[in-house]
T-cell receptor, first 113, second 111 residues
């Protein structure tokens, strides 16, 4: 079966750095995504990794190790507005699913001043 | 562009009633999806479509039906609503690139 694990909750303070981990066990692999979701809103795309290594985009970076089935999202210079849920998702490798995503349960990050 | 829109935004149903949720996208995307999101469960795929006139089952399809008669629209139907279908429903679409675009969600309560 397919399984994606990430911590349920994390807390951090403004200005700090936080790392949200994600591990996955899937029958195949065709890319890993991170989405941000504020309470009561739709998920919005943050990053995409398909090859091993680090992808940097402003204050956010995402890392992938395919051999370890592991990814992390790194958030730097935390701001209050970064308080949200962060969703790790793996693209379903089955052709018939198009580009359907399998989501983890999400990590709720609370940033305090 | 409006992106992905969903109608309605909120709905309360009684057990046994039926309803249809409408998803529309104006990005000419081939693929469209319906997810449900429940506390502690994450987003789960209900049904999806890889093109006009095609639909397929996802992880949790029971109690739902879908149709994609036009490329830009993807309808999700509940024929006989049950309290277990109380959830937030998200529609998403994508083309042959990788990013899925989500609609704002429909909050459904079944009493």
């Amino acid at each position: 079966g397919q399984n994606i694990d990430q911590p349920t909750e994390m807390t951090a303070t403004e200005g700090a750095i936080v790392q949200i981990n994600c591990t996955y066990q899937t029958s195949g692999f065709n890319g890993l995504f991170w989405y941000q979701q504020h309470a009561g809103e739709a998920p919005t795309f943050l990053s995409y990794n398909v090859l091993d290594g680090l992808e940097e985009k402003g204050r956010f970076s995402s890392f992938l190790s395919r051999s370890k089935g592991y990814s992390y999202l790194l958030l730097k210079e935390l701001q209050m507005k970064d308080s949200a849920s962060y969703l790790c998702a793996v693209r379903d490798p089955g052709e018939q699913a198009g580009t359907a995503l399998i989501f983890g349960k999400g990590t709720t990050l609370s940033v305090s001043s | 562009n409006a992106g992905v829109t969903q109608t309605p935004k909120f709905r309360v149903l009684k057990t046994g009633q039926s309803m249809t949720l409408l998803c529309a996208q104006d990005m000419n995307h081939e693929y469209m999806y319906w997810y449900r999101q429940d506390p502690g469960m994450g987003l789960r795929l209900i049904h999806y479509s890889v093109g006009e006139g095609t639909t397929a089952k996802g992880e949790v399809p029971d109690g739902y039906n879908v149709s994609r008669l036009k490329k830009q629209n993807f309808l999700l139907g509940l024929e006989s609503a049950a309290p277990s279908q109380t959830s937030v429903y998200f529609c998403a679409s994508t083309s042959f690139d990788y990013e899925q675009y989500f609609g704002p969600g429909t909050r459904l309560t079944v009493t």
